[in-house]
């Protein structure tokens, strides 16, 4: 079956960089679009990133020009890496697969458990 195990966060200090990782298995990984999504304590999930399958890509207003998608097809792993971090980033990521190149959850079918980024001030 699918699977998307994410891993790489942590606590870091603000101003601090960050990079989170997404291993896939169980699908064609270079056929997927590629996204990270994060939830923040009492806030519904939101779109962070995504990635086509030609490595365009689109950000969320909130971090466009500190953080970084990117995809190693070799690896079937799809990378965030976040710069210069403030304590509202602080969130669990998820990173999701799916056959739409979008920024709504609904687009995405296959879902990882998350990993906890707490970014401190």
């Known amino acids: 079956q699918v699977q998307l195990v994410e891993s790489g966060g942590g606590l870091v200090q603000a101003g601090d960089s960050l990079r989170v990782s997404c291993a896939a298995s169980?699908?064609?990984?270079?056929?997927?679009?590629m996204a990270w999504f994060r939830q923040a304590p009492g806030k519904e999930r939101a779109f962070v990133a995504t990635i086509s399958r030609s490595s365009d890509t689109m950000y969320a207003e909130s971090v466009k020009g500190r953080f970084t998608i990117s995809r190693d097809n070799a690896k079937n792993t799809v990378y965030l890496e976040m710069n210069s971090l403030k304590p509202e980033d602080t969130a669990v990521y998820y990173c999701a697969a799916g056959q739409i190149w979008s920024m709504g959850q609904n687009d995405y079918n296959y879902w990882g458990q998350g990993t906890q980024v707490t970014v401190s001030s």
């Open positions: 169980g699908l064609t990984f270079s056929s997927y679009k």
